[in-house]
């Protein structure tokens, strides 16, 4: 996959949150972010939003 901004190659760092597959799709050279749950893109206000309901839960992800 490949960034739509600048077209560099796209990391994808995966997450599991409250049983939800969260994947994280960024890009290292314009730092481009989008987000997808069980496949399905969504807004990065509707991830905070969850998140902060399972904030520790991701803290503990994030530093696996
Ligand atoms: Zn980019």
New binding site residues.
Partial sequence: MD?P????E?VEIGLTVDGHRLTMVS?S????RSWHRDGDAVELDGVLTDLSATKTRYRRSLAN
């Fill in positions: 960034c901004s600048c077209g560099d796209l890009c050279e314009c730092d481009t």
